[in-house]
């Protein structure tokens, strides 16, 4: 799959939108949760995506490594979601329970509760450890691939990561 993928890339990169399009639809999902996790509103959310999609389309072959596609994205996606929470009163979480559970295909009815205690527990966290927590969570990100995309040292990112994990950790007990 992931030489496939990298082909994919590799044609995207030519201006080949058929190709780019099917590496989106390998990314879509993880994408939107993304943003709609660090946004909280479905729309913003969307927009975000669009947005960086659009992006990512227009300067697909300046990306050097095809294998660098992932981080690239969600760096963009990151720079989309921080701009549209620029204004306090965006920052206000208008997403329902129910969209966020809809985007976690695992989770179950009975898990509402966790999700929205999650979800405002995330949401007394920085910006920049949210985004952290997202990126490790929801994008599944290394420390290292973290580091890259917001620009730090990995032993920041270890050490924000686990300072931010305690603190949720304190605010859900």
Partial sequence: MKDDLTKLIREAQT???????AVYSFYADDLYRFALWYTGKSADAEDAV????????RNIAKLRKPSSFKSWM???LSNECKTRLTNPADRLCTVSVH???????DLSEGDFTV???????LDSLTPEEKQIVLLSVIGRYKSNEIAQILD??????RSKLSRSLKKLREILQ
């Fill in 152 to 157: 730090m040292t990995s032993g920041s990112v």
């Fill in 15 to 21: 201006g080949n939108s058929k190709a780019f399009a």
């Fill in 115 to 121: 999700s929205a205690e999650l979800k405002s527990a």
């Fill in 74 to 76: 969600f760096k963009i």
């Fill in 99 to 105: 969209e966020i559970v809809e985007t976690e295909s």
């Fill in 50 to 57: 669009q947005e960086a999609v659009l992006i990512a389309f």
